[in-house]
C-alpha cells in the first residue's frame, strides 16, 4: 500500500494551465504504474491518463489527449498531470491512482487512491 497526496488543484480561466502533482509515500512508487481520473458530481469517475513503470508509455483519454501530459520523476516519487488549454469541462476533482505492476492498463483497478485535489475553469 501506498499513500498518494495529490496538489496543484484550483481556479483557472478559461483557456489557462495548471500542473498537479502525486506524491508517493509509504513506499516506493518506482515499478508501478501510476494515472489520474477525475469526478464530477453525481458522475462516476473517469479515466484521464495513464503512464507506466518506466514513463516510457503514456495512455490519455480522448476528451484530453493533445492537452494533457502525464509525467513522472522516480527520485521524487512522484507523478505529475501537466493540463493546458483547459475549458470549463475539464472542471472536476482529480486523483491519482496507483497499481503495484509494471503494465500500464492495469491502473483501471489499482490498489491505491489519492484524496483529490479540486480543478475549477471559469469561462
Known amino acids: 500500500q501506498v499513500q498518494l497526496a495529490e496538489s496543484g488543484g484550483g481556479l483557472v480561466q478559461d483557456g489557462g494551465s495548471l500542473k498537479l502533482s502525486c506524491v508517493g509515500s509509504?513506499?516506493?512508487?518506482?515499478?508501478?504504474?501510476m494515472g489520474w481520473f477525475r469526478q464530477t458530481p453525481g458522475q462516476e469517475r473517469q479515466f484521464v491518463a495513464a503512464?507506466?513503470?518506466?514513463?516510457?508509455?503514456?495512455r490519455y483519454a480522448s476528451s484530453v489527449q493533445g492537452r494533457f501530459a502525464i509525467s513522472r520523476d522516480t527520485n521524487k516519487n512522484t507523478v505529475y498531470l501537466q493540463m493546458d488549454s483547459l475549458n470549463a469541462e475539464d472542471t472536476a476533482v482529480y486523483y491519482c491512482?496507483?497499481?503495484?505492476?509494471?503494465?500500464?492498463?492495469?491502473?483501471?483497478?489499482?490498489?491505491?487512491w489519492g484524496q483529490g485535489t479540486q480543478v475549477t475553469v471559469a469561462s
Open positions: 509509504g513506499r516506493t512508487i518506482s515499478g508501478w504504474a
Open positions: 503512464i507506466n513503470w518506466n514513463g516510457v508509455s503514456t
Open positions: 491512482a496507483a497499481a503495484p505492476t509494471t503494465a500500464l492498463l492495469a491502473v483501471h483497478q489499482p490498489s491505491d
